[in-house]
């Protein structure tokens, strides 16, 4: 089975100080990771994937992950936060030995302000 | 090339009324889900498509809901005899291969609201 708990339903950061979210998972297989944003109303956009390849991975709008098996954790950072990260992020996993679903995190809410 | 494109973007539904949700996933990819998000919660899979076949419906609600991909046109997630606690955003995501693979595409939403 998988699973993925996001450590902090909300997490509040000022502008231009560094952010982390935090996301542990479970698998029984080698699995893809992924992190995705949703801004309000809006569908979801992939910020970045591991999928067993470099442990460091780097996304889109300067966001990064670190897969860490030995602590089955894979957090987003970004060094420094701006005003339009404000969002809601996903930690999402999949493993194509399990099957075919993404398993969703319930989600963090990002909070910036000036 | 167009992203997975999603319509309605919102539909309202009458309860007892039926919704019909279409997805159609971008070029070249033949793999579809679909995921139901409730307020403050993440998404949760209902179903795999592959081209005329369900894949995995495993999330999917034992009555009331179906879902195809036909070979020809987009992927309809159907909801019959709509109830309120359907209402949510349901978003579908295509990819060319299983999404173990490789990255999901989502496209933007169909916001169904049942008065």
């Known amino acids: 089975a998988q699973s993925v708990t996001q450590l902090d339903s909300h997490v509040s950061v000022s502008e231009g100080t560094p952010v982390l979210l935090r996301c542990n998972y479970s698998?029984?297989?080698?699995?893809?990771l992924f992190w995705y944003v949703q801004h309000p109303n809006k569908g979801l956009q992939l910020l970045l994937k591991?999928?067993?390849?470099?442990?460091l991975v780097k996304g889109i709008n300067g966001f990064e992950a670190e897969f860490k098996k030995s602590e089955t954790s894979f957090h987003l950072t970004k060094p420094s936060a701006h005003m339009s990260d404000a969002a809601e992020y996903f930690c999402?996993?999949?493993?194509?030995?399990?099957?075919?679903?993404?398993?969703f995190g319930k989600g963090t809410t990002l909070s910036v302000s000036s | 090339n167009a992203g997975v494109m999603q319509n309605p973007r919102h539909l309202v539904r009458r309860r007892g009324q039926e919704a019909r949700l279409r997805c159609s996933p971008m070029k070249g990819h033949s793999h579809v889900y679909w995921y139901r998000q409730l307020p403050e919660e993440g998404l949760k899979f209902m179903v795999y498509l592959q081209k005329e076949n369900i894949i995995d419906e495993s999330g999917m609600p034992k009555e009331r809901f179906s879902a195809e991909f036909p070979k020809e046109g987009p992927s309809i997630l159907r909801i019959q005899q709509v109830v309120r606690g359907d209402s949510a955003a349901y978003f579908c995501?295509?990819?060319?291969?299983?999404?173990?693979?490789?990255?999901?595409?989502f496209g933007q939403g169909t916001r169904l609201t049942v008065v």
């Open positions: 995501a295509s990819s060319p291969r299983s999404a173990g693979e490789t990255e999901a595409f």
């Open positions: 591991y999928t067993s390849a470099a442990t």
């Open positions: 698998s029984s297989y080698s699995p893809s």
């Open positions: 999402v996993v999949s493993a194509r030995q399990a099957g075919t679903a993404l398993i």
